[in-house]
């Protein structure tokens, strides 16, 4: 079993930054490749950003590239999605979520793992 616990969610400005934390534990986080999700109220729950278990490999879904960036550490068993010029359509619940394969993908239903979500709000 993995255990992935969310932090770092919150409301913010238009054009302003948040850092979202997973905590992992459980299972041999340097071997998992984790990735971000998130659900906006009416919507499906839609791909973010995805990373290795090596981080040599990221993934970015287009509404995000340029804006948010992956990384992961992995003495710390934690991953980390920077976000930057924040815009109201990225209010969602953003969830972590993991692999059982250290290879990064971009389907929702090939991760087998996820956190209960944190709320990020960004207000015009």
């Known amino acids: 079993q993995v255990q992935l616990i969310e932090s770092g969610g919150g409301l913010v400005q238009a054009g302003g930054s948040l850092r979202l934390s997973c905590a992992a534990s459980?299972?041999?986080?340097?071997?998992?490749?984790m990735g971000w999700f998130r659900q906006a109220p009416g919507k499906e729950r839609e791909f973010v950003a995805s990373?290795?278990?090596?981080?040599?490999?990221?993934y970015y879904a287009d509404s995000v590239k340029g804006r948010f960036t992956i990384s992961r550490d992995n003495a710390k068993n934690t991953m980390y999605l920077q976000m930057n010029s924040l815009k109201p359509e990225d209010t969602a619940v953003y969830y972590c979520?993991?692999?059982?394969?250290?290879?990064?993908?971009?389907?929702?239903?090939?991760?087998?793992?996820w956190g209960q979500g944190t709320q990020v709000t960004v207000s015009s």
């Open positions: 979520a993991a692999r059982v394969y250290p290879v990064a993908t971009m389907t929702l239903n090939s991760f087998h793992y």
């Open positions: 459980g299972r041999t986080f340097s071997s998992s490749a």
């Open positions: 990373i290795s278990a090596n981080s040599i490999i990221t």
